[in-house]
């Protein structure tokens, strides 16, 4: 059976990727930072689904959600994570710049270094990020943070097309 990770399972969008992937038969590993009810009860009705949670802002308890080896053994990740705190180009504070970082970019880049490994063995493995239209047309006036952080998620850098030649493959939506 096939293993999708899904970080951000607990937003909207993050829930319909769940059941899209759940009801294509695969094993669905669900992160979430805050989660609420009624998605934690839909969740729990699904088989073959598993829901965790971390702090992104927290790297040490990123490491303890993906110490398991099963997390770490994804044949797909799909990146819904969106910190979000309002905040223009004048008025984001260093401090909001660190969090949007971490928990948008950081985290999600220490994890897919836990996941290549499996997939690189495998010689298949996807990563798909959920980018935003903000990058494309400079954000709103009042997200600079967020925008910035899922701008970072486009960069492609060479260690990346190396992946392509084990048919592992990262891309931004």
């Not at 797909?76 to 260093?94: K, P, Q, R």
Request: hydrophobic content about 40%; aromatic content about 12%; glycine content about 6%.
């Amino acid at each position: 059976m096939k293993r999708v990770l899904i970080l951000g399972a607990s937003s909207d969008i993050g829930l319909e990727i769940v059941k899209y992937f759940q009801r294509a038969g695969w094993f669905v590993d669900c992160h979430g930072n805050s989660w609420r009810p009624e998605v934690v009860e839909e969740i729990g009705k699904l088989p073959n689904t598993e829901r965790f949670e971390a702090d992104f802002s927290d790297i040490k308890e990123v490491e303890v959600a993906f110490a398991e080896d099963d997390r770490r053994n994804a044949d797909t990740i799909i990146n819904c994570v969106g910190l979000w705190e309002s905040a223009s180009f004048m008025d984001y504070s260093i401090e909001q710049m660190q969090r949007a970082y971490s928990v948008n970019v950081l985290a999600p880049f220490r994890i897919y270094r836990l996941c290549i490994p499996a997939m690189m063995n495998r010689c298949w493995g996807r990563i798909v990020n959920l980018g935003s239209i903000g990058v494309k047309f400079g954000g709103g006036a009042e997200n600079f943070p967020y925008s910035l952080t899922k701008h970072s998620l486009e960069l492609i850098p060479s260690e990346f097309k190396k992946w392509a030649v084990k048919s592992v493959f990262y891309n931004t939506v």
